[in-house]
């Protein structure tokens, strides 16, 4: 039974494992969902291509946190896999079913405590201040730093033919009086997204220009239909 322990063990170990790697990847900008994505993508070795890889392995400090849980979780695989053989190697019909009752009910434990919400909030809590404390981290919450709780919204918008922004400058929409700001630019150009960050006035807006806007939720409701 020893054998079993150390299974669950290592199984417990790697979901917080995961689960840090998911939250370190959240402070760095990454949505809660897309963090989580990558971080159990990377331990698993699943290698998964998505439109958020190039995101990844261009930004430092989430590569830096990709390559250690790549690293985990190629030792925990193989620990995992090892340990489970010795747990069932030798054993009778009866002592196999046995032991099989208990690692079924100890990953369901295991997947209960994974799924706690209330326990993510702690966790959360718990690992942000040690990765403020004991790393170089630059662990940043952008929710907060936005806002985004308190009656603001990022959205994305779309430049079509009909739209009245098109074909014209920033600087002539007068954004500031619907108070909504552009942060950024995705314009497609000859096949290629090019990322346009902090556009000045003088920019012309493109059709097919995708527009990364900050405002209150009520005004981007009310403007556009968006993709949040």
Known sequence: MIA???????????????RIGAIALELTGLSTEIASFQAQSA?????????ESEAMVTHPVRRRIIRLLILMGSAGVTTSIATLVIA??????HGVIVRGQFLLIGLLCIFIFARSKHLYNIMKVIITKALKKWTTLRAYDYEQLFGLGQGYAIAKVSIRQDNPWRDK?????KLHLEDLLILAVYRKTGGKVNFIGAPHGDFILNVDDELICYAKEAAISKKFSTAM
């Open 4 to 18: 079993l322990f150390s299974l669950l063990i290592i199984v417990a170990l790697s979901i917080i494992a995961v």
């Open 43 to 51: 331990f698993s070795g699943a290698g998964f291509t998505t439109t």
């Open 88 to 93: 069932f190697v030798g054993q009778t019909g």
């Open 169 to 173: 400058p920033i600087k002539d929409l």
